[in-house]
């Protein structure tokens, strides 16, 4: 990278760092000028993280570093960019800027300090993806999780209040074991930065090993609990299902975190040695096992809220499974199915709540759930002033349409191509090999049955909604609330056309990003910058 391009990898933590900590000091009532100054903090963090994915991509894979206080690898903090830390950052932002848009409509009023909250969610997001080193990774973790508790709570409700007490001690209780995992693994390594235990790792005598690796397994679960691996998923259907729409539409990426940790440690720890291959039993059973118990969710689930949440879990069982695999052609197409069903499901979060007000007062007796969960909107102010958007219900028809075609993964959009790239690199043309292993095949045909079940849920949902329901209703919708919807759509609708160069530049992530990539090389090899002392020029004696 080139030497004003490093000033880059800070940006995104300090621009969203800057304009949350701003936005305390203007008061709650100052609605608009608080929407601007967060809207324009997200504007600019998508151009940076654009930038960051071009450096990423011309530098072919060379990993940028950043050393925040001058201090060279092991012993200073250390921020590292290529190419997977790169997409992951800009995903973000990406997503950021029309679940931003669509809060302006009436949620971002629901309840105080929603723009900051927002934007320390996303410096912690972003830190997460940068850091080179396992304890700031636990510092900006936290900083994301205490972003996400009071989002979660936006909107107030006794059915968020309950949700969001369960979703803080679960995450308190996952920090818990974060800490413990990174004491044991410091204590065996001797370090916790992310490349020098890559290389300490193989040299680590026998029985040390075994107190390190059961310090990852900890680690891991904490992780695990993040990504929403079964049996530690039990809060997650029903902390996304009663979260204002767009904070669910956001916590879509949340659960990406806990995938993106596992992925990068798996890669750069476990790849060769004594330790090849830990863990990755665990993750192709038990993303299977997540993977089925999705699958019934969705089928189980009457409200569309509901659906969107048990298909976070579908996302995260085919993730997890993959990653399980070791297989590089199938984390390159799990790489894409992470891009679009996260893009997906924040749009499908956002449509959730337009669609539902096409429902009149007996669409709940339909719903069979429907009882169990409330409803948790009684406190949202109404929908602001502003322009709406004609033909209502075509428009929410055809974005409702796209969304199921997405998440079903039906030809020919990205949805479809990424799990072709998956099921292609298990039972095709991949690397894993002719012919598949069991667990290999099993894999496919949940995957296959994961895009059949959403596309019955998702058709019922549908038929009830728009179709067979005699109290539907024209909803009064803005432009601001259906034009993020849009967008998200067309934006996958453009990475469907270039799925090509998508897939060849997540190959390259994952190849960079492995044992034998420049991560390792890139962080170890960075020097600090001469101090203002060794660049003064020496006294001559006489």
Request: net charge neutral; aromatic share 8%; with cysteine.
């Amino acid at each position: 990278m080139m030497d004003w391009s490093k000033h880059l990898i800070v940006a995104p933590i300090l621009i969203p760092l800057v304009s949350g900590a701003l936005m305390l000091f203007i008061a709650d009532r100052q609605r608009v000028l608080k929407s601007m100054v967060g809207l324009v903090s997200s504007l600019l963090l998508l151009l940076v993280s654009l930038l960051l994915v071009g450096i990423a991509a011309a530098d072919y894979g060379a990993s940028g570093v950043y050393l925040v206080a001058n201090w060279a690898s092991p012993f200073g903090i250390v921020l590292v960019v290529d190419r997977l830390s790169a997409f992951m950052v800009a995903l973000s932002a990406v997503l950021s800027v029309p679940v931003l848009v669509f809060s302006m409509a009436r949620w971002h009023s629901a309840g105080a300090h929603f723009h900051s909250l927002f934007q320390f969610l996303l410096m912690g997001l972003n830190g997460a993806f940068l850091t080179g080193d396992l304890f700031n990774l636990f510092v900006f973790f936290e900083v994301m999780l205490a972003a996400s508790y009071g989002l979660l709570l936006h909107g107030s409700g006794p059915l968020r209040v309950k949700a969001g007490l369960h979703y803080i001690a679960v995450n308190l209780a996952a920090a818990l074991l974060f800490l413990i995992g990174v004491s044991l693994i410091y204590g065996t390594a001797g370090t916790l930065n992310i490349a020098d235990l890559a290389a300490r790792i193989p040299g680590i005598e026998p029985d040390r090993r075994m107190l390190m690796e059961a310090g990852a397994a900890v680690l891991g679960v904490a992780f695990l609990i993040k990504a929403g691996m079964w049996p530690l998923c039990f809060w997650l259907p029903s902390a996304y299902s009663v979260a204002a729409a767009p904070v669910a539409a956001i916590f879509a990426l949340l659960s990406k975190v806990g995938i993106y940790i596992i992925l990068r440690l798996t890669m750069l720890l476990f790849a060769e040695g004594p330790s090849a291959g830990f863990g990755s039993a665990l993750l192709l059973y038990g993303g299977m096992v997540t993977l089925a118990f999705g699958i019934i969710g969705v089928l189980a689930s009457q409200a569309l809220a509901r659906i969107g949440a048990y298909s976070i879990l579908v996302s995260s069982g085919t993730l997890l499974a993959v990653i399980g695999l070791n297989d590089a052609a199938a984390t390159s197409g799990a790489l894409l199915y992470l891009v679009s069903s996260t893009l997906t499901l924040g749009a499908f979060f956002l449509l959730v709540e337009l669609v539902e007000r096409c429902q009149g007062a007996g669409a709940s007796v339909l719903a069979v759930t429907m009882e169990a969960y409330g409803d948790a909107d009684d406190d949202v102010p109404e929908e602001l002033d502003g322009v709406t958007m004609p033909a209502t219900l075509a428009m929410l028809g055809v974005c409702f349409a796209g969304c199921t075609i997405l998440l079903a993964g039906l030809p020919p959009l990205s949805g479809f191509i990424a799990k072709f790239g998956i099921l292609s690199a298990i039972i095709g043309t991949g690397s894993i090999g002719v012919p598949p292993t069991g667990p290999a095949l099993a894999l496919a045909a949940l995957i296959i049955i994961a895009g059949l079940a959403t596309l019955i849920a998702l058709t019922r949902a549908g038929i009830r909604t728009f179709w067979s329901s005699l109290d539907v209703a024209v909803p009064r919708v803005l432009v601001v609330e259906v034009a993020p919807v849009l967008a998200l759509l067309a934006l996958l609708a453009a990475l469907t056309i270039q799925a090509g160069p998508a897939l060849s530049y997540m190959e390259a992530a994952v190849r960079s990003t492995g044992k034998g990539g420049s991560y390792l090389n890139g962080v170890m090899e960075e020097k600090a910058l001469p101090s203002w002392r060794d660049l003064q020029p020496q006294a001559s004696g006489d």
